[in-house]
């Protein structure tokens, strides 16, 4: 029986890798066999097993195992080493690629905040800017809306690069956040298409990953007030339309 040791060869990128997406922590590990049998090698000893939790960062399996054909000679005599990289995931997404099916759908909404430097002070009634201040720096909220979307279909990506960059003019049915069953509706310009990734699950079924900016009508207007000689504010804030607007696709096409 084949052999698998773990590796940390950087200058080949076979090392030990942890990173963090919108479903936690991901990770990968790097395993040389001495086999070059690309079925024998998942039975090798000392190599993790589907599910096995990772050594070292919580919550996450092994989701996945990818091996590579190397050179060298194995322990028959014959050439051949394998490198086997093993992808961990969270738990929950583990189970889900087990057993999600097309048009599965399930969202995430994501809130926080950012900095952003400001000239004026704000009428706190009428939102007006008041007049110029030193530059000073506040906070600001941000929303952010991720949906996951399970489609064997390239209608999805077709359809999102009409609509990455602009505003919905229509009213958007989104699906419940996971495990939950209440779903809410993104009223017109509420929603700024974002970006797309796409993730294959397993054959013939891909996981769309749709993020938007979310926040309430008129979030995406460009605000700006006039000015007079000296740099002070006059007149009212005034509005301007800076993304193009759209009508979104939802369930159906997208989820």
Excluded: C
Aim: glycine share 8%.
């Amino acid at each position: 029986m084949p052999t698998a040791v773990e590796i940390h060869d950087r200058p080949n990128g076979w090392y030990p890798k942890v990173s963090k997406d919108t479903r936690g922590y991901i990770a990968e590990r790097y395993f040389r066999v001495n086999t070059q049998d690309e079925v024998d090698v998942f039975n090798a000893t000392g190599l993790p097993a589907l599910f096995d939790p990772h050594p070292s960062v919580p919550g996450i399996v092994a989701l996945r195992m990818d091996p590579e054909l190397i050179g060298g000679t194995d322990a028959s005599g014959r050439n051949g080493w394998i490198i086997i990289k093993v992808s961990y995931v969270p738990l929950a997404t583990a189970q889900l690629d087990a057993t999600a099916t097309e048009d599965y759908s399930f969202a995430e909404i994501n809130q926080s905040t950012t900095q952003v430097r400001v000239n004026y002070s704000i009428n706190p009634t009428t939102g007006d800017t008041v007049k110029r201040i030193p530059e000073t720096t506040i906070e600001a909220g941000v929303s952010e809306l991720v949906v996951h979307g399970y489609k064997n279909s390239v209608t999805p990506l077709t359809q999102w690069l009409q609509i990455v960059g602009t505003v919905n003019t229509n009213a958007v049915v989104v699906p419940p956040v996971r495990g939950l069953s209440w779903t809410i509706t993104a009223q017109p310009f509420e929603l700024l298409a974002r970006s797309l990734s796409i993730r294959a699950v397993r054959e013939n079924l891909a996981e769309y990953i749709y993020t938007f900016g979310f926040g309430p009508a008129g979030s995406w207007l460009h605000r700006f007030q006039p000015e007079d000689e000296n740099g002070e504010a006059l007149g009212n804030v005034e509005t301007a339309v800076v993304y193009r607007e759209k009508v979104f696709p939802g369930a159906g096409v997208f989820w």
